[in-house]
């Protein structure tokens, strides 16, 4: 090879590693901005949910990694087959939520429930009778955790008339949130 040959060859590699270099910087910095990114729900096993269910059936779990919060939510037996019926909804963000969001398809009311107490804390709770003689039970509770907040939404409706739906009382942190 010749001067002028070995001249273009070093710098042709001169240029490809430096564009390299900046692709690099500019991955880098957009992995910084990265944090707005949503992925898929995975499924979980129950024992991952940030709070335990206590004794209530649950048919599968799912978390989902979103910009600020992350999202458990846990789907019950479900005897109505209605939309929106039958799930607990857990998220973990920098601020308590007042209502789930809107793709699980419920809110609970914005009037005063009856105040009760679980093992993690205070919750209030809405139970109505159905048209159909069935009941149902909405319930909502905020949880500071080091500064974290966990929001947890239920929301349960069943045809069974002699079902106790008292276990939103029986909630428990689980033990994956020792560090949090």
Excluded at 33 to 56: C, K
Excluded at 118 to 143: D, E, L, R, V, Y
Aim: proline letters at 6%.
């Amino acid at each position: 090879m010749d001067f002028k040959t070995v001249s273009i060859v070093k710098g042709l590699i001169a240029l490809s590693l430096g564009s390299l270099l900046l692709v690099g910087c500019k991955t880098t910095q957009q992995a910084g901005l990265g944090q707005n990114r949503t992925y898929d729900p995975n499924q979980i096993e129950d024992y991952q949910l940030p709070i335990l269910v206590g004794d209530i059936q649950t048919q599968r779990s799912f978390r989902q990694f979103k910009a600020r919060e992350t999202w458990f939510w846990a789907l019950l037996n479900n005897d109505t087959f209605l939309p929106g019926e039958n799930v607990i909804v857990q998220i973990i963000s920098d601020t308590p939520l007042k209502q789930p969001p809107e793709i699980f398809a419920f809110s609970v009311p914005e009037s005063a429930g009856d105040l009760a107490y679980n093992p993690i804390g205070p919750f209030q709770s809405w139970t109505t009778k159905t048209k159909s003689g069935g009941k149902c039970i909405q319930a909502h509770q905020n949880i500071k955790m080091k500064g974290y907040w966990i929001s947890i939404f239920t929301h349960y409706c069943t045809q069974d008339k002699n079902q106790d739906l008292s276990w939103v009382s029986d909630f428990q942190r689980s033990p994956m949130l020792e560090g949090f």
